[in-house]
C-alpha cells in the first residue's frame, strides 16, 4: 500500500513559480513511477508529467513542456513538479500519482493517487 501527500499549492500571479511536492508512505517508493495530474474545473483529470522509478527518463505534456520540471528524491520519498511561467489556464487541483508500470500511469491508471492540491493563477 502506498499513500500519497501533495503540497505545495497556492495562489500565484501569471509569470510566478511553484513547486509541488508529494511525499509517499509504504515501502518500495524506489520501485514506482511518479506522475503528476491536473483537474481544472469542468474537464476531464489530465496528464502533466511523469517520471520512471530512477529519474532516469520524465515525459510531459504538450502544454507544460519547457516551463514544468519533474524530479524525484527516493531517500526522501519524494517527487516534485516545479512550475514556471504560469499561466491562468494551469489553474487546477494538481494530483500525484504512483503505479509500477509507466505506461499504466501516463494513461490515467494508476493505483495509487494523492488528495490533490489546489493551484490558482491569477491574470
Known amino acids: 500500500q502506498v499513500q500519497l501527500v501533495e503540497s505545495g499549492g497556492g495562489l500565484v500571479q501569471a509569470g510566478g513559480s511553484l513547486r509541488l511536492s508529494c511525499t509517499a508512505s509504504g515501502r518500495l517508493f524506489s520501485n514506482y513511477a511518479m506522475g503528476w495530474f491536473r483537474q481544472a474545473p469542468g474537464k476531464e483529470r489530465a496528464f502533466v508529467s511523469a517520471?520512471?522509478?530512477?529519474?532516469?527518463?520524465?515525459y510531459y505534456a504538450d502544454s507544460v513542456e519547457g516551463r514544468f520540471t519533474i524530479s524525484r528524491d527516493n531517500a526522501k520519498n519524494t517527487v516534485y513538479l516545479q512550475m514556471h511561467s504560469l499561466e491562468p489556464e494551469d489553474t487546477a487541483v494538481y494530483y500525484c500519482?504512483?503505479?509500477?508500470?509507466?505506461?499504466?500511469?501516463?494513461?490515467?491508471?494508476?493505483?495509487?493517487w494523492g488528495q490533490g492540491t489546489q493551484v490558482t493563477v491569477s491574470s
Open positions: 500519482a504512483a503505479d509500477l508500470e509507466l505506461q499504466s500511469l501516463i494513461a490515467g491508471s494508476s493505483k495509487y
Open positions: 517520471i520512471r522509478w530512477n529519474g532516469a527518463n520524465t
